[in-house]
């Protein structure tokens, strides 16, 4: 167990995460206070991979819940496996000649028979990491749903009855902010702003994940996607892209990002084509 921020902090670098003061600390107290920790911030600041290198770091299974819109308690928590209990009742339908139709229906309904999703895992194996990624895609009436597990961390079965975790799991929520989440959910968390990282640490990041890259290398790198990062893009990448971009350049046995060689490598660093027109254009300012 880390005792102090600064402890998680090099736990978290020992995964090749690098976090900062404020990143360490919310994790930290999340940790220590047994409450979920609300991520917010633009794609690819770093919210997703804080869980799986807090997992990771702390040495506990992570289990991820990917929101979508229309998703429901049914893919989020459970499900009765259907075709088996059929096969089952058809089994007892054939072994016997005289069938207890209630024995029969309680014992479709037990654990050999249910289908554990995501949150229901976090509750029956931890400790662990709950990882409830981009909770801003799902409706109001899942965010409604997920109150109960956040308050109590447990959840009631109706054939089967309430279903409690003998330790709370380290839930991270992250949301890239396409709506706003509703205040009774964010009450319930500890918050925490993702900003890109400046100039020096996306610096460091590109040479702990990618140790092939030189310093020159990844300061180019790092400079032209902040500049990115300050024109009105479709995308802006995040530090996955200059990760990605550090990697391509690297599989080119390049040691030094110019022109020519980021006019035909930008398919790593922005995602639409709208996006690579306007910066070609401007590749010479870009990289200057």
């Not at 402890?7 to 090749?16: D, H, M, P, V, Y």
């Not at 308690?73 to 000649?97: I, K, N, T, V």
């Not at 662990?128 to 799902?138: F, G, S, T, Y």
């Not at 790092?222 to 024109?231: G, K």
Request: charged share 30%; aromatic share 4%; proline share 5%.
């Amino acid at each position: 167990m880390v005792n102090s921020p600064e402890e998680l902090a090099t736990a978290l670098e020992g995964t090749g995460y690098l976090a900062d003061e404020g990143v360490a600390t919310a994790a930290f107290l999340a940790l220590r206070m047994r409450r979920p920790l609300f991520c917010e911030g633009e794609p690819g600041t770093g919210k997703t991979s804080l869980a799986v290198a807090l997992a990771r770091s702390l040495g506990l299974p992570l289990i991820r819940l990917q929101c979508h819109e229309g998703i429901d308690a049914a893919q989020a928590l459970y499900e009765w496996d259907f075709p088996r209990q059929l096969l089952h009742l058809r089994a007892l339908e054939a072994g016997s000649e005289t069938l207890d139709v209630d024995a029969a229906e309680q014992s479709l309904y037990t654990q050999r028979f249910l289908l554990a999703r995501p949150l229901l895992k976090a509750l029956t194996e931890s400790p662990c990491v709950l990882l409830v990624d981009e909770i801003d895609r799902a409706d109001d009436e899942f965010e409604a749903f997920l109150l109960q597990l956040l308050d109590e961390n447990a959840v009631t079965i109706p054939e089967l009855g309430e279903v409690r975790a003998a330790e709370p799991p380290l839930v991270v929520l992250t949301s890239n902010r396409t709506r706003e989440v509703h205040d009774a959910l964010k009450r319930r968390c500890l918050y925490h702003w993702l900003a890109h990282p400046d100039l020096s640490r996306e610096v460091a990041i590109l040479r702990r994940r990618l140790p092939g890259v030189g310093e020159r290398l990844a300061t180019q790198i790092a400079v032209a996607v902040r500049r990115l990062r300050e024109l009105e893009l479709l995308k802006p990448p995040g530090v996955a892209e200059s990760l990605d971009w550090a990697q391509a350049l690297l599989a080119l046995d390049r040691d030094e990002l110019d022109v020519e060689t980021a006019a035909r490598t930008l398919g790593a660093v922005l995602k639409y084509t709208e996006d690579m027109e306007r910066v070609r254009a401007k590749l010479d300012a870009l990289l200057a």
